[in-house]
């Protein structure tokens, strides 16, 4: 069992992260085996969403329906949070009717706050700083592939974003290397001295020898504004087929979707037999309800 939140993985230990793989292995091996989990049985998640989603949305709804329990979900027009009602009360009221929150949110500081009020579990399925949930899901997909964790070399290519500083902590508590390489002033916020990472400015250094090979949009949602200065800095960032080869001979190529196919990537490449982004994709799933199940099961 981890904290009561899971809101950045900073506080999560690497004996946790073990829990939560082999968790979501063994949910894995039963939904396949068309066991029911009925671990959160009338149990209820409530999902607030303050940007677009597909694979977060759909995954812990379906997570919540597979282990018994049911969701609610929230639009931002219909909670208006810290507009119609402050983000504390917003809090203290949700607390009453589930058994968890998960929240998509545009500030960090935000789902920070909400935590402080809240009564049941808070879950971070994206803010702007953070995406832990998806990290979770591309080690579990990583060791489906690989075998193992311990000792790979991944390198995360293009900006240094939420899904970035996420991969930072869990490669660091799965004894993964991790190498960033990023335009100057798009690195990650993550500190070295709290996850130790490798900035190698020129991808084609960078990816030399990696197991594993992750990209993500270079305009994240909420950055549109921004678009044209993105393009630019990020030229000469792309995943293309000769980078791919760079890497290991049997190195896989990750992408937490949705993808920008001929920005950030090739489709040659997310096309390629060494693209896993659908497993990853699907993963989502099984690792949600690992960690919906380890926060939610004995709590409240
Ligand atoms: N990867 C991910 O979080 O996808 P969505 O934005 O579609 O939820
Ligand atoms: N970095 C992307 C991830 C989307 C899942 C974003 O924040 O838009």
Not at 123 to 132: E, K, M, T, V
Not at 193 to 198: I, K, N, R
Not at 201 to 227: C, F, H, I, K
Request: proline residues 4%; aromatic residues 6%; contains cysteine.
């Amino acid at each position: 069992m981890f904290g009561s939140h899971f809101l950045t993985l900073a506080d999560v230990t690497a004996q946790q992260v073990a829990q939560i793989l082999e968790t979501a292995q063994e949910l894995k091996a039963k939904t396949k085996r068309g066991e029911a989990q009925p671990l959160l049985n009338g149990k209820t998640l409530i999902m607030i969403f303050e940007k677009p989603s597909n694979r977060t949305r759909v995954s812990f709804e379906v997570g919540m329906l597979q282990l018994g329990g049911n969701a609610v979900i929230l639009r931002p027009d219909e909670i208006q949070m810290g507009k119609r009602e402050s983000i504390a009360d917003v809090a203290k009221v949700l607390s009453r009717y589930g058994d968890g929150v998960m929240m998509r949110v545009v500030r960090h500081t935000d789902i920070v706050e909400f935590a402080r009020y809240a009564t049941v579990p808070v879950i971070n399925g994206l803010s702007d700083l953070f995406h832990p949930c998806q990290a979770v899901s591309d080690m579990l997909t990583i060791a489906e592939h690989k075998g193992r964790l311990e000792e790979l070399t991944l390198c995360y290519i293009g900006d240094g974003n939420n899904v970035c500083n996420s991969l930072i902590y869990l490669a660091q508590r799965t004894g993964m290397r991790m190498v960033v390489s990023c335009p100057e002033g798009y690195e990650p916020t993550v500190r070295t001295t709290v996850a130790p990472y490798e900035i190698i400015n020129d991808p084609e250094a960078a990816v030399v020898g990696a197991d594993v090979l992750y990209t993500d949009v270079w305009t994240s949602m909420g950055q549109e504004d921004q678009v044209l200065k993105r393009l630019r800095a990020f030229e000469g960032y792309t995943v293309t087929e000769a980078l791919l080869k760079r890497a290991a001979k049997d190195a896989i190529f990750m992408h937490c979707l949705p993808a920008h196919r001929g920005e950030e990537v090739d489709d040659s490449v997310m096309d390629s037999p060494q693209s896993v982004v659908f497993d990853q994709a699907e993963n989502r799933l099984h690792a949600q309800k690992a960690i919906l199940a380890l926060l939610l099961h004995n709590a409240g």
